[in-house]
């Protein structure tokens, strides 16, 4: 079974719309993010928590709301979805540094079309 | 806050030729820089990193360099393969802000037989 899970794996939803992507691991991490992708411009952070009590907004957090329900459990929510916030979406988690090991460990992606 | 500036955004290369990939970073706190691969499909991976009190590292055909003074690291494929074609991204990161990635824009591998 995959370490992190996200579901939907993909997603068409219309403008206006409230969407919920979820995120599961089960490797036992602390940290949690979700990032967005888009074609040509790499991968931008949307909001990452460091345990169920921390959550921190990354560069393009407008738009998106975040809860941490567990440990494992981290989704990402677009409130009133708009066509721009058409993307690839991914989950990763990441243990405590420890070691000089910093390793985020990644989804296989959500992809959210909006009409 | 970090921007990392990657280049080429595109490459092509014949197998058992080299491939270099190159970053630039412009906070002078960030002390951590990941190399990630991505398969069509999939999620990005971690191939390799390199801290900021190492100049260089090596694993196997990958190898990554980084010039503090010039804020530049850079990620070298040797004896490339048709699997190593792939979209390649760069990172930086700092404990400010917990290790969370600022990622270049990526370069989309080819590697031809």
């Known amino acids: 079974d995959a370490d992190v899970t996200q579901t939907p794996r993909n997603r068409i939803t219309k403008t206006g719309k409230r969407i919920m992507l979820e995120c599961s691991q089960t490797?036992?991490?602390?940290?949690m993010y979700w990032y967005r992708q888009d074609p040509g411009l790499g991968l931008q952070l949307i909001y990452y928590s460091f345990d169920v009590k921390d959550i921190n907004k990354g560069e393009i957090s407008d738009g998106y709301s975040v809860s941490r329900q567990a440990q494992a459990k981290f989704s990402l929510s677009l409130e009133s979805a708009i066509p721009n916030q058409t993307a690839l979406y991914f989950c990763?988690?990441?243990?405590?540094?420890?070691?000089?090991?910093?390793?985020?460990?990644f989804g296989p992606g959500t992809r959210l079309t909006v009409l | 806050g970090e921007n990392v500036e990657q280049h080429p955004s595109t490459l092509s290369v014949q197998e058992g030729d080299s491939a270099v990939i190159k970053c630039t970073y412009s906070?002078?706190?960030?002390?951590?820089f990941p190399w990630y691969k991505q398969e069509l499909g999939k999620g990005p991976q971690l191939i390799i990193d390199i801290r900021s009190n190492v100049g260089e590292k090596k694993d196997q055909r990958i190898a990554v360099t980084l010039n503090k003074t010039a804020k530049h690291f850079s990620l070298h494929i040797t004896e490339t393969q048709p699997e190593d074609s792939a979209v390649y991204f760069c990172a930086a990161s700092n404990g400010n802000s917990g290790y969370a990635l600022n990622f270049g824009k990526g370069t989309s591998l080819l590697v031809t037989p």
């Open positions: 906070d002078s706190a960030s002390n951590y």
């Open positions: 490797k036992g991490h602390d940290r």
């Open positions: 990763a988690t990441s243990d405590l540094p420890r070691q000089g090991c910093y390793e985020q460990f």
